[in-house]
């Protein structure tokens, strides 16, 4: 049998053949997908393998045609970015086909510095990226393609902009708000970049320049919703719900289908305490389309918070999930999952979301903070005698709390110093719902960190302190009973509890603190302290660290005796457990007769005898030189931390 091949049959093949080499290399490139592997070489023979950034968290793959002039002027563009901003860890890798003595001079003539890889292979096919030029194909963390476009000019120009979105989605706004001035600078009427410029500047906490850049954009043509979404925000940062929810309902009518105006709604109404309307308006905004990309994972988080923080859990893990699935960079929704999964007591689940939030930002300290306490309870769970003590603490401490029973030392001694111990019994979280779970959690086990280390504070474990509040079912209604914080206080043997609250803002968050004296009922001190947006946490909590110290150091001075002499130094019944540090200077003090007053017996002060310094500090004692004395020093001579109080 024969096969006729006559010439219109011929050409169909080679048409089918095309089609089907076309299916091959030049597959659909969809944001979500894993980026195609592949090996290059740059013009210096230096090998460059995609699985090396596979945790960067932005790459930039530009593929482009050295001759072609639109592909210059993105090249530049990128080049101009990184070299500006050298201090980023945006990552650029551009690919080409052309000539290699060309790519060289080129590279010479205008100094990029970011790797030209030369493709003698297929990786260009396998992006799409032979009859579109240029191709650019931006890729997150684990090597997932975000965004993909094709073409120069305007396209190029709408790249930009996304890497831009994507730079605010990371809060890297000062590479943001550079990118949005570039394309602004080209294209003045490009709304798009305009926003990210205005939205950086919210997140910056810069008002001012937020409102100017919204005010502005309010009178662009394409700009109007864009600005009022903007300003509804601004009001709202301003304490002017009024004013920005009539932002709102205008958006609401220019642009039914805005989603990110019922977030701003929704936040409003919950801060007012109006919560089922603030759920309303939640489940509006996840069913609407339209938002910016930076705002779009919000709206799930926002409904998952609420779910979370009525015990629906199932509920809030999957609109984390939607969260996190839109926006790979949004850790707080991962965070906040993680956060779900430790009130329903799956700690290694939740150890696995806080460490896919550091997989993104290594340095984030909520994520930090929340992994190690994960940590720390699965390790408390793997060792079963430590458990079976834990366990045990925590029933005896649950039964002196009923009974109301506090075990003293007989013969107690009144004046030796014991370890300061301190409680964060309970704080209250207040006002609006913050976008990030877990802002009590971070800022007592940071405060407590701080002060454990310190060496004159001793905060009661926080686990413990769950656990017994677990075993006798306290919750936050009886732990705002001062009472009941008091008596907590007392069974854990802490001379303080730290007790108060959080209050969410929309521009801030207030926490305001009492240390509480659990034997006297005193307020030693109450202190109030603004984080500003951005959180500064770590320099804030710094320096309320500083302030405990203080008011603990001059408020409960340190105070023993002398036990015996040692050599030319004496031993002294306090060491490092009770906060004692080399150096530390005391007083002997010698009680003094009291003085009778037309009846009345006058307490004199007692005398200070002699000055000693500490030179070697144990556990429970510690060795001290003599500075002056006024007689010789002998047993039972009282000693009271010397206090040298310095302007602020």
Same mark, same amino acid.
């Given at each position: 049998?024969?096969?006729?091949?006559?010439?219109?049959?011929?050409?169909?093949?080679?048409?089918?053949?095309?089609?089907?080499?076309?299916? $091959?290399?030049?597959? !659909?490139?969809?944001?979500?997908?894993?980026?195609?592997?592949?090996?290059?070489?740059?013009?210096?023979?230096?090998?460059?393998?995609?699985?090396?950034?596979?945790?960067? +968290?932005? *790459?930039?793959?530009?593929?482009?045609?050295?001759?072609?002039?639109?592909? !210059?002027?993105?090249?530049?563009?990128?080049?101009?970015?990184?070299?500006?901003?050298?201090? %980023?860890?945006?990552?650029?890798?551009?690919? %080409?086909?052309?000539?290699?003595?060309?790519? *060289?001079?080129?590279?010479?003539?205008?100094?990029?510095? =970011?790797?030209?890889?030369?493709?003698?292979?297929?990786?260009?096919?396998?992006?799409?990226?032979?009859?579109?030029?240029?191709?650019?194909?931006?890729?997150?963390?684990?090597?997932?393609?975000?965004?993909? =476009?094709?073409?120069?000019?305007?396209?190029?120009?709408?790249?930009?902009?996304? $890497?831009?979105?994507?730079?605010?989605?990371?809060?890297?706004?000062?590479?943001?708000?550079?990118?949005?001035?570039?394309?602004?600078?080209?294209?003045?009427?490009?709304?798009?970049?305009?926003?990210?410029?205005?939205?950086?500047?919210?997140?910056?906490?810069?008002?001012?320049?937020?409102?100017?850049?919204?005010?502005?954009?309010?009178?662009?043509?394409?700009?109007?919703?864009?600005?009022?979404?903007?300003?509804?925000?601004?009001?709202?940062?301003?304490?002017?719900?009024?004013?920005?929810?009539?932002?709102?309902?205008?958006?609401?009518?220019?642009?039914?289908?805005?989603?990110? $105006?019922?977030?701003?709604?929704?936040?409003?109404?919950?801060?007012?305490?109006?919560?089922?309307?603030?759920?309303?308006?939640?489940?509006?905004?996840?069913?609407?389309?339209?938002?910016? +990309?930076?705002?779009?994972?919000?709206?799930?988080?926002?409904?998952?918070?609420?779910?979370?923080?009525?015990?629906?859990?199932?509920?809030?893990?999957?609109?984390?999930?939607?969260?996190?699935?839109?926006?790979?960079?949004?850790?707080?929704?991962?965070?906040?999952?993680?956060?779900?999964?430790?009130?329903?007591?799956?700690?290694?689940?939740?150890?696995?979301?806080?460490?896919?939030?550091?997989?993104?930002?290594?340095?984030?300290?909520?994520?930090?903070?929340?992994?190690?306490?994960?940590?720390?309870?699965?390790?408390?769970?793997?060792?079963?005698?430590?458990?079976?003590?834990?366990?045990?603490?925590?029933?005896?401490?649950?039964?002196?709390?009923?009974? !109301?029973?506090?075990?003293? +030392?007989?013969? /107690?001694?009144?004046?030796?110093?014991?370890?300061?111990?301190?409680? =964060?019994?309970?704080?209250?979280?207040?006002?609006?719902?913050?976008?990030?779970?877990?802002?009590?959690?971070?800022?007592?086990?940071?405060?407590?960190?701080?002060?454990?280390?310190?060496?004159?504070?001793?905060?009661?474990?926080?686990?413990?302190?769950?656990?017994?509040?677990?075993?006798?079912?306290?919750?936050?209604?009886?732990?705002?009973?001062? /009472? *009941?914080?008091?008596?907590?206080?007392?069974?854990?043997?802490?001379?303080?509890?730290?007790?108060?609250?959080?209050?969410?803002?929309?521009?801030?968050?207030?926490?305001?603190?009492?240390?509480?004296?659990?034997?006297?009922?005193?307020?030693?001190?109450?202190?109030?302290?603004?984080?500003?947006? +951005?959180?500064?946490?770590?320099?804030?909590?710094?320096?309320?660290?500083?302030?405990?110290?203080?008011?603990?150091?001059?408020?409960?001075?340190?105070?023993?005796?002398?036990?015996?002499?040692?050599?030319?130094?004496?031993?002294?019944?306090?060491?490092?457990?009770?906060?004692?540090?080399?150096?530390?200077? =005391?007083?002997?003090?010698?009680?003094?007769?009291?003085?009778?007053?037309?009846?009345?017996?006058?307490?004199?002060?007692?005398?200070?005898?002699?000055?000693?310094?500490?030179?070697?500090?144990?556990?429970?004692?510690?060795?001290?030189?003599?500075?002056?004395?006024?007689?010789?020093?002998?047993?039972?001579?009282?000693?009271?931390?010397?206090?040298?109080?310095?302007?602020?």
């Amino acid at each position: 049998m024969k096969i006729i091949i006559n010439r219109y049959n011929f050409l169909l093949i080679a048409i089918m053949g095309i089609m089907l080499v076309s299916n $091959v290399c030049y597959a !659909q490139i969809t944001s979500g997908q894993g980026a195609p592997a592949f090996s290059l070489q740059d013009i210096n023979g230096k090998g460059f393998d995609l699985t090396g950034v596979k945790q960067q +968290p932005l *790459t930039i793959l530009y593929f482009f045609d050295i001759e072609s002039r639109p592909s !210059q002027e993105g090249l530049l563009s990128l080049h101009s970015l990184v070299k500006k901003y050298k201090g %980023t860890d945006l990552v650029v890798w551009a690919i %080409t086909t052309s000539n290699k003595e060309k790519v *060289t001079n080129f590279v010479k003539s205008t100094g990029i510095s =970011f790797p030209i890889l030369l493709d003698n292979s297929t990786v260009s096919s396998l992006y799409n990226a032979r009859m579109v030029l240029p191709t650019i194909c931006s890729i997150g963390p684990g090597l997932k393609i975000l965004d993909y =476009f094709q073409g120069g000019g305007k396209t190029t120009e709408s790249m930009l902009v996304r $890497v831009a979105e994507r730079e605010l989605q990371r809060k890297q706004t000062t590479l943001a708000k550079a990118i949005s001035d570039e394309v602004i600078k080209k294209n003045p009427q490009n709304v798009k970049a305009k926003a990210v410029k205005g939205y950086a500047a919210l997140k910056d906490g810069n008002l001012k320049d937020a409102e100017k850049t919204f005010t502005e954009l309010q009178k662009e043509k394409d700009g109007k919703t864009l600005g009022k979404e903007g300003m509804a925000v601004v009001y709202t940062r301003k304490n002017q719900p009024e004013k920005a929810l009539q932002m709102v309902k205008e958006v609401e009518q220019e642009a039914p289908d805005r989603s990110y $105006v019922h977030v701003i709604k929704g936040d409003i109404l919950y801060s007012q305490n109006k919560k089922k309307e603030a759920e309303a308006a939640y489940k509006t905004a996840v069913k609407k389309k339209d938002a910016e +990309p930076y705002h779009e994972a919000v709206k799930y988080n926002q409904l998952g918070r609420l779910y979370a923080s009525s015990g629906e859990y199932k509920k809030a893990h999957e609109l984390y999930d939607q969260a996190i699935a839109i926006d790979p960079y949004y850790i707080e929704g991962t965070t906040n999952k993680g956060l779900a999964y430790e009130k329903e007591g799956k700690w290694d689940k939740a150890l696995e979301s806080y460490r896919q939030a550091l997989d993104v930002e290594k340095n984030d300290s909520f994520a930090l903070v929340l992994a190690k306490k994960a940590q720390e309870m699965l390790d408390l769970q793997k060792d079963i005698e430590r458990k079976k003590r834990t366990d045990q603490l925590v029933k005896d401490l649950a039964e002196r709390y009923r009974t !109301q029973k506090r075990t003293m +030392p007989e013969n /107690e001694d009144t004046w030796t110093s014991r370890p300061m111990v301190l409680s =964060f019994v309970d704080i209250q979280e207040k006002g609006g719902l913050a976008e990030r779970d877990g802002f009590a959690t971070v800022l007592m086990t940071q405060l407590a960190d701080y002060l454990n280390g310190s060496g004159r504070v001793k905060v009661v474990d926080r686990v413990l302190i769950e656990r017994l509040l677990e075993e006798l079912n306290l919750g936050t209604s009886e732990l705002a009973d001062p /009472e *009941t914080a008091l008596k907590l206080g007392k069974i854990l043997a802490a001379k303080l509890i730290g007790t108060g609250s959080i209050f969410y803002m929309p521009h801030s968050t207030l926490l305001s603190l009492r240390l509480i004296d659990t034997e006297t009922s005193a307020i030693p001190q109450v202190t109030t302290k603004q984080f500003e947006e +951005p959180v500064s946490v770590e320099k804030e909590l710094l320096q309320l660290n500083r302030e405990i110290l203080k008011t603990v150091i001059l408020k409960y001075p340190l105070r023993g005796y002398i036990v015996k002499s040692s050599g030319e130094d004496f031993i002294v019944n306090l060491g490092s457990n009770q906060g004692v540090v080399q150096g530390t200077k =005391f007083e002997v003090i010698e009680e003094q007769e009291p003085v009778k007053y037309k009846g009345k017996t006058l307490k004199a002060s007692p005398k200070a005898i002699a000055e000693i310094e500490v030179v070697t500090v144990e556990p429970d004692m510690c060795y001290v030189h003599v500075v002056k004395q006024d007689r010789p020093l002998k047993s039972d001579d009282k000693v009271q931390e010397r206090i040298i109080e310095t302007a602020q």
